[in-house]
Structure formats: C-alpha cells, structure tokens
C-alpha cells in the first residue's frame, strides 16, 4: 500500500485512504460510516489502511453523513452553582458510557442566552439537556419541537422532564418547623424567573394552610451568597421566627448576616436550605436542608434523552421522572424562642 505524502502534517482523508486502497473516497465513506452498505473484505482493507494512516474523522463530515454528532449539550443556568457540580458529573458519567461527549453552556441566567446557545450549536449537538430553563413555557416547547431535548426542574406539558420534587419538601420542612412550636414561618423568595422557585413557594402556602398557620414571603432574591445579607435584614423585619430560603446558597448568606447582627440560630431564629448542596454541612451552624439527588437526576436526564434519540426503542418513551426528596436536619433548627 502507498503511503501517501503527509510531510506537511495535514489531516488524513477520506481522499488519502481512498488513494491507498484504489476505492472511491464515496466507498471509505461508506465503509467508514454506514459498514453494512460495503463488503465485509473491502472494509476490513479500508479500516486497516485508516489504522495505518492515523486517520481521525473529521465530526463535522460525520456529522453530515450520519446525521449524529456524538454530542449533547448541558445548560446551566449558572455553572458556579454548586448545586450544578453534582448534575454535572451525573450527566457526563451516563453520556461517556454511552459513547457521547457533554457540551457544557453556562447560559448566565438568561432565557435570551439559552435561545441563542441552542441555536447556534444546533449542527454541533444531537440534543440538549437543559437545567433550570428561563425560557417562557411557549418558547420552550417550541424548541423542544425542533431540538430533541430533556428539561431538570421545569415542568412543560409535551416536553421531557426530570423533577427533583423540592415542592413536596417544603411540605416536609414546613411539618418540621411546625413541630418545633413555630407558627411564623417566613420563606426567602428566589428569583422570579425560576419555576422551582414558584413551585416550592405555592406548596408552603399550602402547607401554611394545612397546618393553620402564617406564611411570610419577602423577595426576589437573586440565588447567590451575597444576597444573603439582603434576606436576612428583611427577614428580621418580619415577626417569623423560622425562615426557609430558596436555596442552600442564600441561605448561607442568610446565616452569615444574622451572625454579624447578633442573632443566635437556632436560639433565637431557626433556618432552613434547600439542595445540600456541598459546604451545606460545614457552616455555622450546619444547615437543616433538603436533600435532593442531584447526581441521580442528571443520569436520568441523560438516559430519557438517548431513548429519545433512539428511534429503534421498543420502549415506551417516559415524558416526565419526579426525584423525591428528604429533609435533613442539622443544626440551623430548633424549637420556638420564649420570648
């Protein structure tokens, strides 16, 4: 077989093969590509020869000749969370042992972004997992039609989803502190363009009312820590004695600037986060939290979306998958101050 020139260290072809074997370049393409449309001695010569040659396929041209690219995309709707750390790794554990590399796009809390992003890498993905999702509900399936694609934490009729059930939680939470002798109970509002957000707070007003008692809400609050210091002063505006935040990180925040105003937790106030995310078990004092499966919901995001993908399933394609949760009780609660 002839070598052929690669003095100038540029890629090998499909072009190079086909000369080296005495094939078309359509022939290695198929061979390479579609195996069963060419003969089993003719691949095996073109396969060697591919070996022979260092021969790396160019996505792009595979892309166009298979129709996959072998990517999908995972948004975030901020990659500095570490509530993303564990979804994360669970998408990219499923996605390499299926074969797959992960595209990881922080989309910066914006639907806009996230529109932009999944458009542009269109040819570059075979489909997405979006966490989060800021895009409004009409937007989002309208995606969802053009764009195989798998939703964390949003909840859109038509669209696959993975639920981690925080609303069910805060029922749980709610019970917790209602225990301890609590009966203002004051939660920290996320932001306003987050469902879960809406979600966790419609179920403790219900719970509110199952339980008769008085449920404050003071927000938006963005999600960050250093929001925290905001939420904490409007909190001790109110007569709550427990508060719940949206999230872990906020309600480290939260802890931070009751300390450096002199409350005492759980003495005086009792607090509750939401996720146990990492570092939710090394604050002071450590957070009553719930506890979600982060890792979990990202494998299973994976796993709806590649049934998806496969056309030859027999199985019945799953639309919705709700993650329950549990509470974890740290230090951060304690029953009702005498005051």
């Keep these: ?35 069963g449309r060419v003969s089993a001695a003719t ?15 160019n996505s792009q041209a595979r892309a166009l000749s298979s129709g996959r690219t072998g990517t ?33 796009i922080d989309t910066e809390d914006s639907g806009e972004h996230e529109a932009e992003m999944l458009r542009k890498m269109r040819r ?18 309208g995606l969802a039609a053009e764009i195989p694609l798998v939703t964390v934490n949003r909840n859109v009729r038509g669209v696959p989803s993975v639920v981690i059930d925080t609303p069910a939680g805060m029922g749980l939470a709610a019970e917790h502190l209602v ?49 925290g210091s905001a939420a904490a002063d409007a909190l001790l505006n109110t007569r709550a004695t427990a508060y719940i935040a949206f999230n872990d990180l906020l309600a480290i925040g939260i802890l931070t600037r009751l300390r ?26 450590p957070l009553t939290t719930l506890t979600a499966p982060i890792e979990q919901a990202g494998r ?10 496969d056309a030859s399933t027999a199985e019945p394609q799953r639309r919705a998958v709700v993650l329950p949760t549990h509470l974890t009780i740290r230090e951060s609660t304690g029953p009702v101050p005498q005051r």
Excluded at 11 to 23: F, R
Excluded at 27 to 33: G, K, P, Q, Y
Excluded at 124 to 141: C, F, K, N, Q, V
């Design 300 to 309: 299973v995001a994976v796993s709806l979306l590649l049934s998806h993908l």
């Design 43 to 57: 691949r095996e010569r073109i396969e060697a020869a591919a070996r022979e040659l260092d021969y790396v396929p």
């Design 124 to 141: 570059w993905m075979d489909g997405a997992i979006l966490t989060a999702s800021r895009l409004p509900e009409r937007a989002l399936a």
């Design 179 to 227: 225990s301890l002798g609590h009966r203002d109970i004051a939660y920290a509002y996320g932001p306003e363009n987050s469902w879960s957000n809406r979600a966790r707070w419609q179920a403790l007003k219900a719970a509110g009312q199952r339980y008769g008692r008085t449920f404050e809400r003071v927000g938006p609050f963005p999600r960050g820590r250093m929001f």
């Design 260 to 285: 450096e105003r002199g409350v005492r937790v759980p003495q005086d106030v009792s607090v509750v986060g939401c996720d146990d995310i990492f570092g939710a078990d090394f604050c002071n004092p």
């Design 1 to 35: 077989m002839k070598r052929p020139d690669t003095s100038a260290r540029r890629p090998v072809t499909i072009t190079d093969i086909a000369k080296a074997t005495g094939v078309a370049p359509s022939t290695v393409s198929r061979a390479l590509n579609k195996p």
């Design 72 to 104: 999908i995309a995972v948004l975030v709707s901020d990659v500095t969370n570490p509530f993303y750390f564990g979804l994360i790794r669970g998408t990219q554990q499923q996605l390499k042992a299926a074969g797959y590399a992960q595209l990881l």
